[in-house]
C-alpha cells in the first residue's frame, strides 16, 4: 500500500514538473518559428550563368562557384526585406582568352514573403543589378544592367535562431554596355543570367 501511495505520489509530482514543460512546447510548436528584427546569413551555391552579345557566338553554359550573403529586417511575420550579394569567378569562362577570370553575380533588394506565417517556405521576388567581367592582368572589361531575380526556400530550423536553408534562384539580367578599365564604352550590348541552387546558414 504504502509502495502504491508513493508510486502516485512521485507520479503526481512528475506531472505537476513536467506539465508545463510539455504544454511550453506544445505552444512552441504551433506558434511557429519566430522571426523578428534583424536576420542574416552566408551561403554557398552553384550557379549554370549564360551570356549573349551582339554579334557574339553563341556561348555555351558556364557552371559558377558562388558565395551568398544577405542580410536585413523582419516587416512581419509573414514578410522579410533583404539585401543580397552573390558572386563566383572561373577561368576562362565564355571562350576568353588563357589566363582571363570571369565573374558573374548580382546584388538585389528583395522581399521575402512566407505563404504561412507559422511556416518555413518562402518566396523571394526583388530588383537586381547583374555583373559580368572579365579580367586579364590590368586589363578589365564588365557590363552590368538592372533586372529581376525570383527564387523559393526552405529554413530548416536548428534551434534556437538558425536554420540551414536550401534555395532555388534565379536573377535575369538586361542589356548593358561593355566597359573597359579605362571607362571606355563599345558599341556592344553584353546580357547576362544566371540560376543557381544553393545551402545557406541563416540568423533570425
Known amino acids: 500500500m504504502r509502495t502504491l501511495i508513493r508510486s502516485t505520489l512521485v507520479a503526481l509530482l512528475l506531472g505537476a514538473v513536467t506539465a508545463p514543460l510539455m504544454a511550453q512546447d506544445i505552444r512552441a510548436i504551433s506558434s511557429g518559428p519566430s522571426r523578428a528584427g534583424f536576420w542574416w546569413g552566408l551561403g554557398l551555391a552553384a550557379a549554370q550563368a549564360d551570356a549573349k552579345c551582339d554579334g557574339c ?5 558556364e557552371t559558377f562557384p558562388m558565395l551568398d550573403i544577405r542580410l536585413g529586417a523582419t516587416l512581419s511575420p509573414s514578410v522579410l526585406l533583404g539585401l543580397q550579394i552573390t558572386g563566383g569567378q572561373k577561368s576562362e569562362a565564355f571562350q576568353t582568352n588563357a589566363g582571363t577570370d570571369v565573374t558573374v553575380g548580382d546584388v538585389n533588394v528583395s522581399a521575402y514573403w512566407y505563404p504561412m506565417s507559422s511556416g518555413n517556405l518562402w518566396l523571394q521576388g526583388g530588383l537586381a543589378g547583374v555583373v559580368w567581367q572579365a579580367k586579364n592582368g590590368s586589363n578589365t572589361i ?4 538592372g533586372g529581376l531575380t525570383l527564387g523559393a526556400g526552405y529554413d530548416l530550423r536548428m ?11 534565379g536573377a535575369w539580367g538586361g542589356k548593358g554596355k561593355l566597359v573597359d578599365q579605362d571607362g571606355n564604352s563599345a ?16 540568423w533570425h
Request: hydrophobic residues 35%; without cysteine; proline residues 8%.
Open 57 to 61: 557566338p553563341n556561348f555555351d553554359p
Open 142 to 145: 564588365h557590363a552590368t544592367s
Open 159 to 169: 534551434g534556437g535562431n538558425m536554420s540551414i536553408t536550401p534555395s532555388l534562384r
Open 187 to 202: 558599341d556592344v550590348n553584353w546580357q547576362t543570367n544566371f540560376l543557381e541552387a544553393g545551402v545557406s546558414i541563416i
